[in-house]
């Protein structure tokens, strides 16, 4: 992405890291994230800010959904990858 559409997300990173007063904080844009990383903040995460409830809420809905269908054609995946290295 351009600078200018970063400098937003590097100023809020910096102000958590002050704010927290330590450098352990992960700052991830909700909307480019892949489905299962998404569900593992919805649900692990730490909300600060939420401008949207209605967007947050699809966001959710949606993210949980995307992730469970991932899941199992990861999981199908790796099943037919281990039985051809089996052969």
Same mark, same amino acid.
């Given at each position: 992405p +351009? $600078?200018?559409t970063l400098f937003p997300y590097t100023t809020l990173f910096r102000s958590l890291i002050h704010t927290m007063k330590h450098n352990e904080v992960d700052v991830v844009i909700l909307n480019d994230a +892949? +489905?299962?990383l998404g569900r593992k903040i919805v649900h692990d995460g730490v909300r600060v800010y939420l401008r949207d409830p209605e967007a947050d809420h &699809?966001? !959710?809905w949606g993210?949980?959904?995307l &992730? !469970?269908?991932q899941d #199992?054609? #990861?999981k199908k995946w790796r099943q037919l $990858? #281990?039985?051809a290295l089996a052969r």
């Open positions: +351009p $600078r200018s +892949p +489905p299962l &699809a966001y !959710v993210a949980q959904i &992730a !469970v269908d #199992l054609w #990861l $990858r #281990l039985e």
